[in-house]
């Protein structure tokens, strides 16, 4: 009983202080970007398999993964939001899946696990129901800097000041530079923010990165891919979150001038990952199409049994 109140009280908490992942605003957000560049067929797999044929099928599960965590079914979950980059930021920032990335797991081996299992198409509905809901959230995570970092628990144990209140680096960073350049944090907030980021990539200052954004991007390579991921976010770790050392965010308040200077990697950052989702979505259903293409007409070897 003391368990079960314990738990409805956490999940009462608009902000558990370690939360940690981009705040709701930011995956939505990454959602509707992705939801505007997938193909029609991946629009229609991902509708169907979700149940959800409205416009928000992606932007109505990207923060499901942040409640799952903290439910005794997902708990195991948990370690899957970050990779604890054991680097010594701000002076050398970098990744190592063999050093960073324990046993229970972590973003970058999640990310391979759940596109794994969503190429797999004789796992149950249900699972591959979960592992969509995964890849929609952690491949927003994994942008986020301090996701990929391990010094005071990805900026969690930092005490900072944004606009005179007592907060904690990590969240700063998931919401408040967020919802500096939105001014909201709602789902609809959200939707105008993504379209004026798509823009940015079709046609405006964005335009000219996408394509590298998604260079040579392949989802049987997933761990390779979500590597050059976690390691070009954890990047960010030293030249713009503690550019000028911890000390620095601890005296100053974050809402000034350091927000100035965040904006264009949470944006940069926010439209990068909502173009690859989709890339990594489309790259999903093209290879389940190549599958069932190769076992229709793969002429059966003699021997082989079914
Ligand atoms: C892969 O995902 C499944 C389903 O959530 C989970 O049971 C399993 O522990 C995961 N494996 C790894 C290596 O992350
Ligand atoms: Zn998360």
Not at 186 to 197: D, K, M, P
Not at 205 to 234: F, H, R
Request: charged share 20%.
């Amino acid at each position: 009983m003391a368990q079960k109140l314990t738990n409805v009280a956490l999940l009462a908490l608009p902000a558990l202080p370690l939360a940690g992942a981009w705040g709701s605003m930011g995956h939505y957000t990454i959602a509707y970007i992705a939801t505007s560049f997938v193909s029609s067929d991946t629009q229609a797999y991902f509708q169907d398999l979700l149940g959800d044929t409205s416009s928000d099928y992606l932007a109505n599960v990207a923060t499901w993964a942040d409640s799952w965590r903290y439910t005794d079914e997902g708990g195991f979950s948990k370690p899957f939001h970050y990779i604890d980059a054991m680097d010594d930021p701000p002076s050398s920032c970098d990744v190592d899946f063999e050093r960073d990335c324990p046993e229970e797991g972590c973003i970058v081996s999640a990310i391979a696990n759940y596109t794994n299992i969503m190429l797999t198409p004789s796992e149950s509905t249900a699972s591959l129901e979960v592992a969509a809901k995964m890849l929609v959230h952690f491949l927003g995570d994994i942008g986020q800097p301090l996701h990929c970092e391990n010094l005071e628990l990805g900026g969690n144990g930092i005490d900072v000041t944004y606009d005179g209140e007592d907060t904690n680096l990590h969240s700063v960073w998931d919401s408040d530079i967020p919802e500096s350049i939105t001014d909201g944090s709602s789902q609809s907030v959200a939707r105008t923010w993504a379209s004026s980021l798509v823009s940015a990539i079709e046609t405006g200052g964005y335009a000219d990165l996408a394509g590298d954004w998604v260079e040579g991007m392949d989802v049987t390579e997933s761990q390779d891919q979500a590597m050059i991921w976690a390691t070009e976010s954890n990047e960010y770790v030293c030249t713009a979150v503690l550019v000028d050392g911890v000390q620095h965010v601890e005296s100053t308040d974050l809402a000034g001038d350091y927000t100035d200077d965040a904006q264009p990697v949470v944006k940069v950052q926010v439209a990068k990952q909502g173009y690859r989702l989709a890339k990594w979505l489309d790259g999903i259903v093209e290879e389940l199409s190549k599958g069932k293409g190769r076992s229709k007409c793969k002429p059966r070897g003699k021997g082989e049994e079914f």
